[in-house]
């Protein structure tokens, strides 16, 4: 591993792969001319990982997303690999203004998470990894290699793409697990027995996180296989006013009662996630949207954000702590699933719905529409 940093310390690029798709990564403040150049000829489109805090402060957002990336250019008539190796760097360093930005344009800008691949397992994650490591700003511009015939290569082409031209390689996988054995992100602070008025008694357990205060309702010997697991999003709304615009509340009820009947499982509440982590005023704020037609996605999206925020790297972390080994996962978000069979875990899925009502039922078919949430509705 100590070899690869030293190679993108260089200047170098990295391969960054999973089984059906590889990555050209470089950091992004020292990405030139030249770098932009074998991006274009070997790959598709030109991305860049930019932390929330950088797109938010810089007014990205305001240009909106497209699913999840923001596509910009620097505004000129003719732009060459100069120009954009230069406009990105200024993105790096903050030093650019909005006149400055033409939107749509070839440059996907792509909001990662601060704590990098533990806390998302994602490829802009990994190659904000890769140049922080190597002792740059955790921003990486990154690029799906293509075959010949126009494909995204997978594992097999980027091995001999790497051996072509000499550049180093790693998954996904091999950098989380190397992260897991060098950091930990989660503290376990304290545990409190805790009596519940419907759901019998649990283990309180109180960690921190860089995302904030975590509490973890754990009942009975979790450390094994086949534990029944709910990683619930906090939902003011939803889980204390009883809220029927959507179904959070009935879901962490029914997780509980769940968990109750088996004497068995772990419902982590990840606190700071209220609006799928846009917060709770902007979630007022997408209510009266959504109240003017648009959906719970497109909302957020017209508010500057991406259609999720969220991320389960610290969840995951939080059942390593518990010696959970497996899990059926309590969900109907396929995000969810990914992200922790990423980390190691098998997982299994256990449906968690509930009854539609006339008021969600909209915000239920947009999430399973657009979202990809495993939801049997009637149309």
């Known amino acids: 591993m100590e070899n690869l940093i030293q190679k993108v310390r260089e200047g170098k690029f990295t391969i960054v792969y999973e089984e059906d798709r590889s990555f050209l990564s470089i950091p992004a403040e020292i990405v030139d001319s030249d770098s932009i150049n074998f991006i274009m000829k070997n790959c598709d489109e030109i991305r860049l990982s930019l932390p929330w805090h950088r797109i938010s402060s810089l007014g990205l957002n305001k240009f909106f997303f497209s699913g999840n990336v923001i596509p910009i250019d620097p505004k000129k008539e003719k732009i060459s690999a100069e120009d954009r190796a230069n406009f990105i760097k200024k993105l790096v360093f903050g030093d650019l203004t ?34 922080r490591l190597a002792g740059f700003k955790a921003c990486a511009v990154y690029a799906p290699i293509l075959t010949p015939e126009g494909e995204v290569a997978g594992k097999d082409y980027a091995e001999n793409f790497s051996k072509l031209h000499s550049i180093p390689l790693i998954s996904i996988k091999e950098l989380i697990e190397f992260r897991l054995k060098n950091e930990k992100i989660v503290e376990r602070v304290v545990e409190a027995t805790l009596p519940t008025k419907f759901y019998g008694t649990f283990r309180a357990i109180g960690y921190k996180s860089p995302i904030g205060e975590i509490i973890a309702l754990v009942r009975g010997n979790v450390a094994g296989d086949d534990v029944l697991v709910r990683i619930h999003s906090e939902c003011l709304t939803g889980d204390v006013l009883h809220s029927l615009r959507c179904d959070c509340g009935e879901q962490l009820e029914s997780a509980l009662k769940m968990i109750d009947r088996e004497n068995r499982g772990v419902l982590i509440y990840m606190r700071g996630q209220e609006g799928r982590g846009i917060g709770l005023i902007n979630k007022l704020l997408a209510y009266k949207l959504q109240e003017n037609g648009i959906d719970t996605v497109d909302a957020n999206i017209k508010l500057g954000f991406p259609p999720d925020l969220r991320s389960y790297g610290v969840s995951a972390q939080i059942l390593m702590d518990l010696g959970v080994k497996s899990v059926r996962l309590l969900t109907n978000n396929p995000l969810k699933i990914e992200e922790l069979a990423k980390y190691g875990f098998n997982v299994k899925r256990e449906a968690i719905e509930v009854e539609p009502t006339e008021v969600n039922l909209n915000y239920l078919k947009a999430k399973r529409d657009k979202m990809g ?3 049997c509705i009637n149309d």
């Open 373 to 375: 949430h495993f939801l």
């Open 98 to 131: 909005q006149e400055e930005i033409k939107f749509p344009g070839r440059i996907f800008v792509e909001e990662t998470k601060e704590i990098g691949i533990l806390e998302r397992p994602g490829i802009a994650e990994a190659c904000s990894d890769l140049a």
